[in-house]
């Protein structure tokens, strides 16, 4: 590891506890707050609710760290949920409407990387168009109605608890350790740093750039997908609408934990403590009678603040 990487990974370690105090600190300004809020119901709630945000926004890492950005996860998320729904409600097996989601899922960061590698089109232009295709065809496949008829056995796949903590969240920690193994163990991990801090240089080094940024959006787009399945678990129907907006609070979580727009700098850690924080302040803030509105407010301020470091740190370097 140069350096550079070592002097990287002290500066997101020192991210991750600062993130930390942050959380602590909003939790005993709650708990004071609203003795609602430090209740074993509501920390689980909490812990559900910050699962699919959470891996959205690992997805978002993934694909940050080379440089690029993906804006379609949400809308892979909704696709996934109709897809899903449809399926399941017609009586299709769910472990293998579950697959057919996957591949889709992997098929649509396919294009995007081949939109992005080969087709030369800014990440942020790739994706949007993405984002507004897939959206698309959600409201044509299920013609803007919700899909019921979902088995019971989802709902409570959702609502049920392992060792007194959800499952949503166990799956949510499973995928922080799997992506943190890929970052710091696996050459593809290297590699996906490499494109972000120096794509000349990585390209120069031997890395294949082609099959990197191909496997950096299929990989962040299969989390979607994932997502999505949880989603459907979650709300027990297919809902054309779900997903608006999950692209920019996967993005604001990554940001928030201490990836860099720049790329070469985010971890999955990170995003999930950049999850919680966004969580914390949305449950919070139900909890104290917050206008709803104010809590985008918030969540912006924070994201421009966290980004503002962030260029002020490199400033300095």
Same mark, same amino acid.
């Given at each position: 590891?140069?350096?550079?990487?070592?002097? &990287?990974?002290?500066?997101?370690?020192?991210?991750?506890?600062?993130?930390?105090?942050?959380?602590?600190?909003?939790?005993?300004?709650?708990?004071?707050?609203?003795?609602?809020?430090?209740? =074993?119901?509501?920390?689980?709630?909490?812990?559900?609710?910050?699962?699919?945000?959470?891996?959205? %926004?690992?997805?978002?890492?993934? *694909?940050?760290?080379?440089?690029?950005?993906? +804006?379609?996860?949400?809308?892979?998320?909704?696709?996934?949920?109709?897809?899903?729904?449809?399926? *399941?409600?017609?009586?299709?097996?769910?472990?293998?409407?579950?697959?057919?989601?996957?591949? #889709?899922?992997? +098929?649509? $960061?396919?294009?995007?990387?081949?939109?992005?590698?080969? #087709?030369?089109?800014?990440?942020?232009?790739?994706?949007?168009?993405?984002?507004?295709?897939?959206?698309?065809?959600?409201?044509?496949?299920?013609?803007g109605r919700n899909v019921f008829g979902l088995p019971r056995s989802l709902a409570d796949f959702a609502n049920s608890d392992s060792l007194g903590i959800p499952l949503f969240f166990w799956l949510l920690l499973l *995928?922080?350790?799997?992506?943190?193994?890929?970052? @710091?163990?696996?050459?593809?991990?290297?590699?996906?740093?490499?494109? &972000?801090?120096?794509?000349?240089?990585?390209?120069?080094?031997?890395?294949?750039?082609?099959?990197?940024?191909?496997?950096?959006?299929?990989?962040?787009?299969?989390?979607?997908?994932?997502?999505?399945? #949880?989603?459907?678990? @979650?709300?027990?129907?297919?809902?054309?609408?779900? $997903?608006?907006? =999950?692209?920019?609070?996967?993005?604001? !979580? !990554?940001?928030?934990? %201490?990836?860099?727009?720049? $790329?070469?700098? $985010?971890?999955?850690?990170?995003?999930?403590?950049?999850? #919680? *924080?966004?969580?914390?302040?949305?449950?919070?803030?139900?909890?104290?009678?917050?206008?709803?509105?104010?809590? @985008?407010?918030?969540? %912006?301020?924070?994201?421009v603040a966290a980004v503002g470091v962030d260029q002020l740190r490199k400033s300095r370097q």
């Amino acid at each position: 590891m140069t350096e550079k990487n070592k002097l &990287g990974s002290k500066i997101k370690l020192s991210t991750q506890m600062v993130l930390a105090l942050v959380v602590v600190a909003l939790w005993i300004f709650l708990a004071i707050a609203t003795p609602r809020f430090l209740t =074993y119901d509501n920390i689980k709630n909490i812990m559900r609710q910050m699962t699919i945000q959470g891996i959205l %926004g690992i997805a978002a890492v993934v *694909v940050i760290v080379t440089g690029g950005i993906d +804006l379609s996860v949400g809308s892979v998320v909704a696709l996934v949920n109709i897809v899903l729904s449809l399926m *399941v409600s017609k009586g299709a097996n769910i472990g293998s409407s579950i697959l057919y989601c996957l591949l #889709l899922s992997a +098929l649509i $960061g396919f294009t995007n990387g081949l939109m992005v590698y080969d #087709l030369k089109l800014p990440p942020f232009i790739a994706t949007l168009g993405m984002m507004s295709i897939a959206r698309g065809v959600t409201l044509l496949i299920s013609n803007g109605r919700n899909v019921f008829g979902l088995p019971r056995s989802l709902a409570d796949f959702a609502n049920s608890d392992s060792l007194g903590i959800p499952l949503f969240f166990w799956l949510l920690l499973l *995928v922080v350790v799997g992506i943190e193994v890929i970052f @710091r163990f696996t050459k593809l991990g290297r590699y996906l740093f490499a494109l &972000g801090s120096n794509i000349e240089a990585a390209r120069l080094s031997g890395v294949n750039i082609r099959i990197v940024t191909y496997a950096a959006y299929i990989l962040a787009s299969v989390l979607a997908g994932f997502a999505g399945i #949880l989603e459907t678990a @979650r709300l027990w129907m297919g809902v054309p609408t779900t $997903g608006t907006g =999950y692209e920019l609070d996967a993005i604001a !979580a !990554a940001v928030i934990g %201490g990836a860099s727009l720049s $790329g070469a700098e $985010g971890s999955a850690l990170g995003a999930f403590f950049g999850a #919680l *924080v966004m969580t914390t302040i949305y449950n919070g803030s139900v909890h104290l009678n917050v206008n709803p509105f104010w809590q @985008r407010v918030l969540v %912006g301020i924070i994201v421009v603040a966290a980004v503002g470091v962030d260029q002020l740190r490199k400033s300095r370097q």
